[in-house]
């Protein structure tokens, strides 16, 4: 298993708070945006007597009130084909378990989120990368390039759409040529939507549940740790029409017996918060976007592309190791008091010597905050370059 990228440093962070050192973390997709309170009276209103197990597949009323939330997006489902986990990451997870066999391989747009690649290695499976640039925004290869990549043994396609790492939005085009490949070789497509509210363009949110043609083929991946703030509950969804495939993930629901109780009340909660919430959390991160790259880049030799969803950008850095030297911000330096935490951008690719100039960013923290590391960073970027 390799370390993640986002938390392989945090014992250096944890060291230079100890040394009274404020450390902007840039390195996780933790919000500092408030929960929604509907959420946060759930908890405070809980009244029962035993905190007992759910149903393996995660309480009924949750699911059928996430029927009502996906068919705002035109997505049609019933509770049945809706499946409660411990987080979008035991989604992944349970998807590559129920779905492949040691030595199948799924292919995976590079940069691509650290854990798609743990947890391949932890089902036996191998990840083939089909390759995207910093210099045109991560966009989708020629489709030729998937056509490159499939063997026997390829068994499936994932994406990240809004993408974790990038911030790239697929295009209806791109999304109607994933579904011919698809369809053609009859793979899985393993679909990561849980940044479908962080779009920042005028470009249409396309599903790979609207994909027709392929129903039995997807299974869509969700949580609602960023759409409403709640991280640390562990609530997230495999979704599918293939019932083969839900009656094998069930029995790794079975196996880890239930997904959190208190989470799902929350979670169940939180499908009732307002509008409202929703349009101020989505505007704030727009204006996060807009300052963050803006300002990295008028840093000398940083460039970051513009990210179209989600709230991660990877940037390029003029240094000559990015893992390095996100650990030397971490115990050599520090200005004002403050210092910066970013993931290396190596940990991103299946290649690990791709990315090596390359840091991801989360623009997770407010405004002042994100201004005061963009202050650090060039700092830092200053003084590592001249003690080289």
């Known amino acids: 298993m390799p370390s993640s990228p986002i938390r392989k440093l945090a014992k250096y962070a944890d060291a230079a708070k100890r040394n009274g050192i404020k450390v902007y973390h840039l390195n996780i997709g933790q919000p500092d945006i ?8 759930a908890i405070r209103n809980i009244d029962r007597d035993i905190l007992e197990y759910s149903p393996s597949q995660g309480y009924k009323s949750l699911r059928t009130k996430l029927v009502a939330y996906y068919s705002e997006y035109g997505i049609d489902l019933s509770p049945d084909e809706i499946i409660i986990t411990a987080g979008g990451s035991e989604a992944v997870q349970f998807a590559y378990m129920a779905c492949l066999n040691p030595g199948d391989e799924i292919i995976v747009t590079d940069p691509s989120y650290a854990n798609y690649m743990a947890f391949a290695i932890s089902a036996g499976a191998v990840v083939k990368s089909v390759k995207t640039n910093i210099e045109d925004g991560f966009k989708l290869p020629p489709i030729e390039e998937f056509e490159k990549k499939i063997t026997e043994k390829t068994k499936a396609i994932l994406i990240c759409n809004p ?10 085009n791109e999304m109607a040529q994933i579904r011919d490949i698809v369809k053609k070789h009859d793979l899985y497509l393993f679909s990561d939507e849980v940044y479908r509210e962080f779009i920042y363009t005028k470009q249409p949110y396309i599903s790979a549940c609207h994909l027709e043609g ?9 949580s609602v740790s960023k759409r409403y703030s709640e991280c640390g509950i562990r609530i997230g969804a495999l979704i599918t029409k293939n019932k083969e495939v839900r009656n094998a993930v069930m029995k790794f629901c079975q196996a880890r017996l239930s997904p959190p109780l208190v989470g799902q009340l929350i979670a169940e909660a939180s499908l009732s918060t307002p509008q409202e919430y929703m349009d101020q959390v989505y505007d704030e991160y727009l204006e996060r976007r807009n300052f963050l790259i803006n300002e990295l880049n008028k840093i000398d030799g940083v460039f970051s ?19 390095k030297f996100c650990q030397w911000c971490l115990t050599d330096f520090s200005y004002e008091g403050q210092t910066v935490m970013m993931a290396p951008g190596a940990g991103f690719y ?3 010597k791709e990315g090596k100039n390359q840091v991801r960013m989360a623009y997770v923290l407010n405004k002042e905050d994100l201004g005061n590391a963009m202050k650090v960073l060039k700092k830092a970027l200053e003084e590592y370059n001249r003690a080289l």
Do not use: R, W
């Open 163 to 172: 993408n974790n790492p990038t911030g790239y939005l697929y295009t209806k």
């Open 305 to 323: 592309p513009t990210p179209m969803g989600a709230f991660y950008t990877m940037v390029q850095l003029p240094v000559d190791d990015a893992e």
């Open 350 to 352: 299946t290649n690990p």
């Open 34 to 41: 408030k929960t929604p309170e509907c959420a946060l009276e």
């Open 214 to 222: 392929i129903e039995n083929n997807v299974i869509l991946i969700d």
